[in-house]
């Protein structure tokens, strides 16, 4: 990271523990700063942190990039492995006659955690994922929906003309 003059040395060394994966309150707290004043230095609010928090928050989104890209790196390099394990762990829960508890646990675990990795159903500013607690039924609802949407959108007509008065 280069160093501009205008960040201080507590402002490296909150970004090298944020870099570090260390919780933003025990950050601030190590460097003697309230939890507020880092939530504002990171989202650059230059009215509640000053004109440092536009830096700040430029060093901070290169942390988050850095980290994103280090997380897809990892989940790239893994995903033969962790699709070879989900298929011998579906495949040994398959061969059982009747299903435990606990392989229903497992099957659903593994079934959220491949739903988390598709993509969500966007709907104008709206986003409907497992995560945000859309419920089975509600997502076959919401997808008959737009099927119904898109296959009228092939019967295109005019706009009716409006009535006069």
């Not at 609010?45 to 897809?72: C, D």
Request: proline fraction near 3%; charged fraction near 35%; hydrophobic fraction near 35%.
């Amino acid at each position: 990271m280069s160093m501009p003059t205008i960040l201080s040395e507590k402002h490296w060394e909150v970004l090298e523990m944020l870099s570090n994966d260390v919780p933003r309150k025990d950050a601030a707290e190590k460097i003697g700063w309230t939890r507020d004043h880092l939530d504002k230095l990171c989202v650059g609010n230059t009215e509640k942190a000053g004109g440092v928090a536009v830096l700040f928050k430029a060093e901070y989104n290169k942390i988050k990039v850095k980290s994103k890209k280090e997380t897809n790196d990892l989940i790239d390099s893994n995903l033969k492995l962790s699709q070879k394990l989900m298929r011998e762990v579906f495949d040994e829960i398959g061969k059982k006659k009747s299903k435990s508890d606990a392989d229903k646990k497992i099957l659903s675990m593994y079934t959220n955690a491949i739903a988390k990795c598709q993509p969500n159903v966007n709907i104008k500013n709206l986003s409907y994922s497992y995560t945000k607690g859309l419920s089975a039924e509600e997502l076959v609802h919401e997808f008959k929906r737009l099927k119904t949407i898109a296959e009228s959108s092939f019967e295109r007509g005019g706009v009716p003309e409006p009535s006069e008065g």
